[in-house]
């Protein structure tokens, strides 16, 4: 099944324990990318990635990093979290970007619920 | 820079009423039209995406949506609504130049009445 997987769920750690956050899809897509959901303002784009060792800033990298070592996968690195990086992640990835030739799409995981104390 | 407002935060409607979504954008070319759903603790399901041709386009679960490039406006219906059509929508926009990234707008939480 055609699916990008998150782990883990649902994380609380405290300000300043690293931490990460993977991303792994199985539809050799060559885009991926990290949003993050927050109540009142949609998803915003954190880091995003067009293929191995291509990656590039979104509206919101501050305190984040990421690495795409392997085309599926591509982890999101908290190294010292802070209390306003408590959200809703999601990662998202697809063949091409955009994604809307045809059936093509932007396939999301679950999400992970990150709450930093 | 380009920007999405949906701007009805929450709508209520009945079982079986239709249903109107809106989304305006704001980009200076066409750019690329999504809208997603998403029900509580999932990721986000496409619902139905504009690319060019059609402005009337037809998505799954019954949804439609049609382009306006005059209002620029991309706006999401239903003709008869189901409970299970409750959840969160969010209307995204894309480009093919510069970042590659969908902009979202806020959301509009729908609740359906019995």
């Known amino acids: 099944e055609a699916q990008v997987t998150q782990n883990p769920r649902y994380l609380i750690t405290v300000t300043g324990k690293k931490l990460t956050v993977t991303c792994s899809q199985n539809m050799n897509h060559e885009y991926m990318s990290w949003y993050r959901q927050d109540p009142g303002l949609g998803l915003r784009q954190i880091y995003y990635?067009?293929?191995?060792?291509?990656?590039d800033k979104g509206d919101v990298p501050e305190g984040y990093k990421v690495s795409r070592k392997e085309k599926r996968n591509f982890p999101l690195i908290l190294e010292s979290p802070s209390p306003n990086q408590t959200s809703l992640y999601f990662c998202?990835?697809?063949?091409?970007?955009?994604?809307?030739?045809?059936?093509?799409?932007?396939?999301f995981g679950s999400g992970t619920q990150l709450s930093v104390l | 820079a380009q920007s999405v407002t949906q701007p009805d935060i929450h709508i209520t409607v009945s079982e079986g009423a239709s249903l109107e979504l809106r989304c305006n954008y704001s980009y200076g070319a066409t750019p690329y039209l999504f809208w997603y759903v998403q029900s509580p603790g999932q990721g986000l399901q496409l619902l139905l995406k504009y690319f060019s041709g059609d402005t009337l386009v037809q998505g799954i679960k019954g949804f439609e949506a049609e382009f306006k490039r005059s209002q620029s406006s991309f706006n999401l219906r239903k003709p008869s609504v189901h409970w299970s059509d409750a959840a969160e929508y969010f209307c995204a926009v894309g480009v093919d130049t510069g970042r590659r990234a969908l902009t979202f707008g806020s959301g509009t939480r729908l609740q359906v009445q019995p």
């Open positions: 998202a990835s697809s063949l091409s970007f955009p994604p809307g030739q045809g059936s093509e799409k932007l396939f």
């Open positions: 990635s067009m293929n191995v060792e291509v990656t």
